[in-house]
């Protein structure tokens, strides 16, 4: 395959210009065009009521994304998890991009919580397969693209560790989408408890296997980027707090924050806490990548998964000398090899069954029949035993009163 | 026939000293005072008792290390310590309870607690109705629980309803809002608010309770802090300098969170609470209330058991042990072999083990057997 290979593709040799021919520019005509055509991303929250999804959203993205959750939603007990997604057009500095959240109210809330991911993976995948009907058809040329590009999974701040639901939640995602935890309403942990909390999930993550999604660099880039990278890998899991106030601060200025009697605690307040860093990953510097990841990566294993499953085979007539007939024939015998095994085993199986059955059957018949006897033994003698009294009592000539008879009144005897 | 008469004294005799004797005598027989700690991991129980006795005598058990497994069941984890301040000596007993509400499914995670409650209850009434019992029977029986609630707007959670309605059963039960700084003032309110809400709609009855006894000044008390539940407390034995003075509390970046300064938080309220003002109170509701009402149903039950075999001579006795073992289930038999007595062989057993909860039929056994010693 490899002679084939290098026989096919061009010998390539490096030239220097000699004049100017000018497709440096290419880079800016791509440019125009994508702002012209706008760009989308679309995310995915997951976490507990009361954890700071909505208050989050809105403050990444400085709209309010979601309205206020205050007296409309108390009270409900919803069953399951619910899947419910808001589209949002922002425009800046000319570029435009549509934002689309998912929310997954419901998650974690109830006393049994199994399988509480399960429509989430499933919202995951539709979109996966949407997008792969899309390109499987014949006209192609509008293909929308809403798969999710980044899942945030919002982590409660206890400062001891990962819990069982974060751990199993992450471990059956992971594979699917870009996972970014994230620690919410961190004004609960000091800096020491902080670091200790994330070494913690770090930890945890690394022991179960669980793929977070990384910044990554290559070495060639600019020395700044890399240290802003590292920077940024080091704080993962981030630890934000979010807030839709802006607060006057003592000195005058004003800063969107949470008020305390103790403080003031300011968002973008890099001291405070990593909620710009989030916000830069996410939107600034990463958001091509997270795009890039979930369709070359994430979705391309699940296009495979799905083919194979739908029926399609690897074609190897690329790769070998391949003979299709004799190739079904040896897969038709193989099969039917193994359904006639199956079917002995599940005979002997079925017959060794009804065979204990049955021992088991007289047994106990015969226990029945045992016990039977004894009971009427007991029986006969109790009413013998009787009988004898009858015949005792009959011959005494004083009657019997009740104060023969000893009997206790309560506990106490008083007698 | 005695007559009551109210009788004012003109000179000092002074009996009035009845107080520091009850006090005297009540700290030679040893005060025990046992509390259950209830909330997820996390919630901040370990810190707030350490904070409350000034001590770090908890040691918390939440999961630390990756490799550990996360528990499976709700424990109970006992701490006893002896606590003397002045001449006052207090035997403090602290469950805590690792693994409750820790793992995906929830369901029945209350069953260990109530349990346990059951059993200490258990536990002292069979010290109590023993013919010959101790002086000073051992006072096991958990006092007053501790629910930690998590600080989010939701007001109470299913979990919480559920776990609490059970618990408020059995116990005297504090709901506290723990790491409360992570409230603003008007959240804080808010939250307190949807709780008492969510509390009042479920009937779920905490602790303080209305007493037709108390005189008007504990009414008030009570009033007071039921105005103030649930508590928002925030948690540290740390000590940090501010201004000169040394205080209790939190440091972060943007300001110094002081435990005892009544606008952060609740936590001196809590503590006068629990320590200074009800504990006398929470032992004794615990006695007269939850205990009072499980032994009449013990007791009653016993009596009920009595009642079903009047006549119950050795004979029979030893008959109805042979009657159990093989388990008569034909009381047609009998009807026709019955003699004009017609003494009831007692293949009725008031003991119908399979149709009783495992618990109450423990306690059953116990206390039959405890009798019939």
């Known amino acids: 395959m490899t002679e084939a290979a290098t026989r096919q593709a061009p010998k390539v040799a490096k030239k220097k210009l000699q004049g100017y021919v000018g497709f440096a520019n290419y880079p800016n005509q791509v440019h125009r065009r994508s702002v012209k055509k706008g760009f989308n991303f679309t995310l995915m929250v997951v976490g507990e009521a009361g954890i ?61 919580n199994d399988d509480c991911w399960q429509p989430i993976l499933e919202n995951i995948e539709s979109r996966f397969d949407a997008y ?16 999710i590009h980044a899942l945030i999974y919002l982590i409660k701040p206890t400062g001891h560790a990962l819990r069982a639901i974060d751990i199993e939640f992450m471990k059956r995602m992971h594979t699917k989408v870009n996972l970014i935890p994230v620690i919410t309403k961190s ?46 890998l080091s704080k993962i899991p981030f630890a934000v707090i979010g807030s839709d106030k802006i607060i006057e601060k003592p000195d005058g200025n004003r800063v969107r924050g949470r008020l305390y009697p103790w403080g003031i605690i300011e968002v973008e307040n890099e001291k405070h806490n990593d909620f710009i860093k989030l916000r830069k990953m996410l939107v600034c510097t990463h958001m091509e990548e997270l795009k890039d990841v979930t369709d070359s990566i994430l979705y391309e294993n699940h296009r495979s998964q799905k083919l194979v499953t739908m029926g399609h085979e690897q074609d190897n007539t690329v790769f070998r000398e391949y003979n299709p007939t004799a190739q079904m024939e040896e897969e038709r015998s193989v099969h039917e090899a193994r359904m006639s095994k199956m079917e002995s085993e599940m005979t002997a199986v079925f017959q060794q069954k009804v065979q204990e059955k049955e021992s088991k059957l007289k047994q106990s018949e015969e226990e029945l029949y045992a016990r039977h006897k004894e009971m009427k033994q007991v029986l006969e003698k109790q009413r013998q035993e009787l009988e004898e009294k009858k015949k005792r009592l009959d011959s005494q000539t004083r009657p019997i009163t009740p104060l023969d008879k000893k009997q206790k009144k309560g506990l106490f005897n008083l007698s | 026939m005695s007559k009551q008469q109210s009788v004012k004294l003109t000179d000092y005799v002074g009996f009035d000293t009845i107080a520091a004797q009850i006090g005297k005598k009540i700290f030679k027989k040893g005060l025990n005072f046992n509390i259950m700690l209830v909330g997820e991991s996390g919630s901040g129980k370990t810190t707030l008792v350490n904070t409350i006795f000034s001590k770090n005598f908890l040691e918390s058990s939440g999961r630390k290390q990756a490799a550990e497994k996360s528990r ?15 001449n006052a000596k207090v035997r403090l007993t602290v469950i805590d309870t690792p693994g409750f509400g820790e793992q995906i499914n929830n369901e029945n995670c209350w069953v260990p607690l109530v349990k346990y409650i059951k059993d200490q ?37 299913q979990i919480d309803i559920e776990v609490l309605k059970r618990l408020c059963e059995v116990v005297n039960v504090v709901p506290v809002l723990s790491k409360a700084d992570t ?29 037709p006894q108390d005189d008007q000044a504990e009414i008030e008390l009570n009033n007071k802090v039921k105005k103030v539940m649930p508590f928002a407390v925030v ?15 939190r440091k972060n970046p943007w300001g110094i969170i002081n435990i005892e300064n009544k606008d952060h938080c609740d936590f001196v309220l809590m503590r006068d609470f629990l320590l200074r003002t009800h504990l006398i109170d929470l032992v004794e509701v615990t006695s007269y209330k939850y205990y009072e009402s499980f032994r009449t149903e013990q007791l009653q039950h016993i009596r009920d058991m009595r009642g079903a075999q009047p006549a119950q001579t050795t004979q029979q006795a030893q008959q109805t042990q042979q009657a159990q073992q093989v388990q008569p289930t034909q009381p047609t038999q009998q009807a026709q072999s019955a003699n004009p007595f017609s003494i009831a062989i007692p293949a009725q057993q008031a003991k119908s083990p399979s149709f009783t909860k495992p618990s109450v039929q423990s306690s059953r056994k116990y206390i039959s057997n405890a009798l019939s010693k």
Request: hydrophobic share 30%.
């Open chain 2, 72 to 86: 499976k069941t709700t424990e109970i984890l006992i701490t006893t310590s002896v606590l003397t301040e002045s």
């Open chain 1, 132 to 147: 792969l009907t899309q390109e499987n058809r014949v006209n192609r040329s509008k293909i929308s693209d809403n798969r």
């Open chain 2, 235 to 249: 948690g540290s034995n740390l000590t940090y300098e501010e201004d000169g003075e040394i205080i209790k509390g």
């Open chain 1, 187 to 232: 004004d609960t942990l000091t800096q020491d408890e902080l670091v200790g909390f994330k070494s913690r999930i770090i930890a945890d993550i690394n022991y179960h296997g669980i793929q977070i999604f990384k910044p990554q660099w290559e070495s060639f880039e600019d020395p700044e980027v890399i240290n802003e990278n590292k920077d940024m």
């Open chain 2, 183 to 211: 409230l603003t003032v008007d959240e804080k309110m808010k939250v307190k608010e949807k709780v008492r809400e969510a509390i009042e709609l479920h009937r779920i009855n905490i602790y303080p309770q209305p007493n």
């Open chain 1, 52 to 112: 700071g999804k909505s208050t989050l959203i809105n403050t990444l993205f400085n709209t309010r994304v979601f309205p206020d959750k205050d007296e409309s939603t108390i009270g409900e007990t919803r069953r399951g998890v619910e899947i419910s997604s808001m589209s949002a057009e922002i425009q800046e500095n000319g570029v435009r991009l549509r934002l689309t959240v998912v929310d997954t109210p419901g998650f974690g809330d109830s006393i049994n």
């Open chain 2, 121 to 157: 209850h258990v536990a002292y009434l069979e010290n109590e109705i023993k013919p010959e019992r101790e002086r000073v029977i051992p006072d096991t029986r958990v006092h007053v629980c501790l629910y930690f609630l998590n600080s989010g707007y939701r007001g109470l959670r």
